[in-house]
């Protein structure tokens, strides 16, 4: 049973998920699945997007590859769906209620903060810059720059080693089951957050995280 902490005081590091945990996003990746099949002419088996998310896009691109298209490449597979999202995440995308608040309040506590994301790094920067977060997370940590996905604690460690903060005084900020259970499974302290896009249901998250919260504004309250 996940030890549930009384406040989080002692937080020194902070690795925050990217869609769904600040931004409202991920409603895109449950769509963009779809529509990049339907433009290549193929009709999508049913609940073929809740894997898609689940997925980096080299692990995405390569489930496609080995049970659509064969003579795809993953790079080619990659570059055709981050067209799709270019636009998005460059003009549209907005942030979650009050995370940038919560940022100011983190960066003066002196927190280490960097980025943990299944999204491609060019597009994290565009969209972080453009809504003027970028300066309080000093590094962004991909799926694909680290070579695994979030069924894997890898890109919590690499970020960790970067942070240099303890284990047990860094937290992970995470909407999504999946990626919290692989968190949890690797000892990490956990801040799940809700996303409407998570089916699963929220007691069960709520089972694997050390704190939930359904806003930013709810946060606080772990705070003296």
Partial sequence: MINKCKNMNDIKGAIFDLDGTVFDSMHIWSEIGIRFLKEKGIEPEPGIEDEFVKMSMTQAAEYYIKNIDPNETVLGVVEAVNKLVEGFYYNEVLLKDGIKEF???????????????AT???LVEKA???????DYFSEIFTCTSVGAGKDS?????????????????????????YAIETANKAGYKILGIKDISEKAD????KSFC??????????YKYFD
């Avoid at 604690?153 to 303890?166: C, H, M, Q, R, S």
């Avoid at 050390?210 to 946060?219: G, K, L, P, R």
């Fill in 153 to 177: 604690p890898v890109i919590y460690d690499k970020a960790l080693e970067f942070l240099g903060t303890d284990k047990n005084n860094t937290y992970i900020f995470e909407d999504a089951l």
């Fill in 103 to 117: 940022l100011e309040f983190l960066k003066q506590k002196d927190v280490k903060m960097c980025v943990a994301t």
């Fill in 202 to 205: 929220p007691e069960t998250v």
């Fill in 210 to 219: 050390n704190f939930y919260i359904e806003s930013y504004s709810d946060i």
């Fill in 128 to 134: 972080l810059i453009r809504s003027g977060i970028r």
């Fill in 120 to 122: 491609d790094k060019h």
